[in-house]
């Protein structure tokens, strides 16, 4: 027993010593405990309700201004960062890839008021996650860097917000910055948005200046939810994520009524019926309450088990009342497809599990079943832009340890065939393509067009000439070129997307050193000269590396093409023929020599163990191997093109 008192005497004496140093640690973590608060989420008015999304071009300090509110209003303690960017992928890269949702309470004028934080992406690729979550708010805050100015995700996130008649908050962050010209900012957000810059807030994320300010603002500024708690319930699903445990999990928005443990609630979309139960509100981490009322924003567990049953954008009731569903959201159409194979098919169904998941948490992604002779069977998955897709396959490896193939991105084009008395009567006659196998004979084709878009560049004018040469070799036509300022200027031109998808962003931001900003939108299909750019490996076509492109680039990317494969296909027995042809007419070659003879093959004595290894190695060597033509291709040398 004596040495447990000893222990025991000790640690009395540890704490009266650095009394001063544990005491304000413990009451901090004390007080900012979400469990520890005495507060009835149910019970506070529509009235004191505020629901809000900050809105930002990439890397103006959205997460950074989140920490912030998060800290000020006690829901986190002091000194962390990047509380909402939960995703590995997003702490790596440094970027917010998915919205996330925080519910802060806050207590002005003697009054607690709940703030629903909703902290959205910035970059083009992931507007689709902004979108769905300014259904849920009724105010934003435009976050714009006092250093950098508007750039053209700011434009397309205001308008975003301005379409939705939501109150705009304009913010400008970093002021500390040794290179930060308010003014000049103020003018610009006057010139584009007719703001007042007396309505302009100046503050420091990183430091705390001015967050204050922030949170008084959006109680006086922002108006509550438009609601009855009166009415039948209806509730917004306008996001879901998956747990292993619970299943599907659905972040809904009350519009009207209630919703409670134990209720009987109905999908609209599925008519599928369930239990309610789990609710919480997120802090960001969970915290379970009993009812959710209209103008609250909280997450729903039902036993929601298929990946299935859970569509973004349906509206949840109670069974057996009948409503009008809530307005819900324009799907998003994929810009770039890409094929994903598993790394062997013995993994397939582990790849497949993965997929579904992660598309329940990513709802812009569209997946179809595709088989190549080559990599097996896999899908076609439709995604926003290239980083989209680069963050989804990260994501499959880091959350759900899959090893994808992804094959190289491309575009949907539509495709007008020649008349014939089936496709007229049928009116088959139009096709949409978007995997390079399915493009048909050129014989058939009476017309081909591509994917345009209208994309926005707001750049430095010092950088305006490589800029504008950068468009035209891309094949763009300027629509208008007008000044923010003395310094800045905001081009729109149309562009074809297959020239954007790849690397235009890249080139942009080489050739204007990081200044220059890029936005994009949908803008139809246009005719242009399209032909299918086929792989010959000795005459047999390889379609996995084939590609669809404009006539007028067709000899450049053929003979890019062929060079690449010179270097990674490895030598054969045989002589190796590399041919990108379009429409039977060769537009490169490239020729790889066969091996000689090795006459030190042979092994003459030594041991039987060292035969045996090497046999053991060989065999699983041709494990690896793929017939193509009449050449054994290593799975590798599709992966390493394909990356490209």
């Given at each position: 027993m004596r040495p447990k008192w000893n222990l025991f005497f000790n640690c009395i004496?540890?704490?009266?010593?650095?009394?001063?140093?544990?005491?304000?640690?413990?009451?901090?973590?004390?007080?900012?405990?979400?469990?520890?608060?005495?507060?009835?989420?149910?019970?506070?008015?529509?009235?004191?309700?505020?629901?809000?999304?900050?809105?930002?071009h990439v890397d103006h300090g959205k997460s950074t201004l989140a920490d912030r509110l998060l800290e000020l209003t006690g829901t986190i303690k002091k000194g962390q960062n990047q509380i909402l960017d939960k995703l590995q992928v997003e702490r790596e890269r440094g970027?917010?890839?998915?919205?996330?949702t925080a519910s802060l309470l806050y207590k002005y004028n003697g009054d607690n008021y709940l703030l629903n934080l909703i902290d959205t992406p910035g970059h083009v690729d992931f507007s689709n996650e902004v979108s769905r979550s300014l259904s849920a708010c009724q105010g934003v805050i435009l976050l714009v860097d006092a250093n950098d100015g508007v750039q053209a995700q700011t434009v397309a996130n205001f308008y975003l917000a301005f379409v939705n008649n939501l109150v705009v908050i304009p913010v400008l962050n970093k002021i500390d910055l040794k290179n930060a010209d308010p003014a000049r900012v103020c003018n610009q957000l006057q010139t584009l948005f007719e703001i007042n810059p007396n309505d302009v807030l100046k503050i420091s994320a990183k430091l705390g200046i001015g967050i204050e300010d922030v949170l008084e603002s959006i109680v006086t500024r922002i108006p509550c939810p438009s609601v009855d708690q009166t009415l039948p319930l209806r509730a917004l699903i306008f996001d879901c994520m998956y747990d292993r445990y619970r299943g599907a999990l659905n972040l809904i928005y009350v519009q009207d009524g209630s919703i409670s443990i134990k209720d009987s609630i109905t999908t609209f979309h599925n008519k599928k019926e369930y239990e309610v139960k789990t609710l919480s509100v997120l802090r960001p981490g969970e915290v379970p309450v009993d009812k959710l009322v209209a103008g609250q924003i909280g997450l729903l567990g039902c036993n929601m088990r298929s990946t299935k049953e859970a569509h973004i954008g349906d509206t949840i009731h109670h069974s057996n009342t009948?409503?009008?569903?809530?307005?819900?959201?324009?799907?998003?159409?994929?810009?770039?497809?890409?094929?994903?194979?598993?790394?062997?098919?013995?993994?397939?169904?582990?790849?497949?599990?993965?997929?579904?998941?992660?598309?329940?948490?990513?709802?812009?992604?569209?997946?179809?079943?595709?088989t190549s002779p080559a990599l097996g069977q896999g899908w076609r998955l439709g995604f926003l832009g290239l980083l989209h897709l680069e963050v989804f396959t990260q994501r499959l490896?880091?959350?759900?340890?899959?090893?994808?193939?992804?094959?190289?991105?491309?575009?949907?084009?539509?495709?007008?065939?020649?008349?014939?008395k089936q496709n007229v009567k049928d009116g088959s006659d139009i096709i949409f393509v978007n995997n390079p196998a399915n493009f048909p004979e050129h014989v058939k084709i009476e017309e081909t067009f591509e994917p345009m878009i209208i994309g926005t560049i707001v750049t430095p004018d010092r950088y305006l000439g490589p800029i504008m040469s950068l468009c035209m070799e891309r094949r763009g036509i300027q629509r208008s070129a007008n000044n923010i300022d003395n310094e800045r200027v905001?081009?729109?031109?149309?562009?074809?997307?297959?020239?954007?998808?790849?690397?235009?962003?890249?080139?942009?931001?080489?050739?204007?050193?990081?200044?220059?900003?890029?936005?994009?939108e949908d803008n139809g299909y246009q005719s242009s000269n399209l032909v299918k750019l086929a792989?010959?490996?000795?005459?047999?076509?390889?379609?996995?590396?084939?590609?669809?492109?404009?006539?007028?680039?067709?000899?450049?990317?053929?003979?890019?093409?062929?060079?690449?494969?010179?270097?990674?296909?490895?030598?054969?027995?045989?002589?190796i023929a590399i041919q990108a042809t379009v429409n039977g007419k060769i537009m490169a070659r490239e020729n790889i020599k066969a091996f000689r003879k090795d006459v030190t093959a042979k092994l003459y004595g030594g041991d039987v163990t060292r035969r045996m290894k090497l046999l053991a190695q060989q065999a699983a060597g041709k494990k690896k191997m793929r017939m193509v033509a009449n050449i054994s291709l290593p799975r590798e040398t599709f992966i390493d093109v394909l990356k490209k």
């Open positions: 004496k540890f704490r009266i010593k650095y009394k001063h140093k544990l005491v304000p640690v413990f009451y901090q973590s004390k007080r900012n405990r979400s469990d520890s608060l005495d507060v009835n989420f149910a019970e506070i008015p529509i009235e004191r309700i505020r629901n809000f999304s900050i809105i930002a970027i917010t890839v998915k919205a996330q009948p409503i009008e569903p809530l307005k819900g959201f324009r799907p998003s159409r994929p810009m770039v497809f890409a094929g994903i194979y598993p790394m062997d098919q013995s993994q397939h169904l582990h790849l497949r599990s993965a997929i579904d998941k992660l598309t329940l948490n990513d709802s812009a992604v569209t997946v179809d079943l595709d490896t880091q959350e759900y340890g899959a090893e994808p193939i992804i094959t190289a991105p491309s575009v949907t084009y539509k495709i007008k065939l020649k008349p014939t905001i081009l729109q031109y149309d562009l074809p997307l297959c020239e954007v998808v790849l690397d235009f962003h890249d080139s942009l931001k080489t050739i204007s050193s990081g200044y220059a900003s890029f936005d994009y792989i010959l490996l000795n005459g047999t076509l390889v379609d996995e590396l084939s590609n669809i492109v404009h006539i007028t680039k067709a000899k450049t990317i053929g003979r890019q093409m062929v060079l690449k494969l010179k270097d990674i296909v490895p030598r054969q027995m045989i002589h």
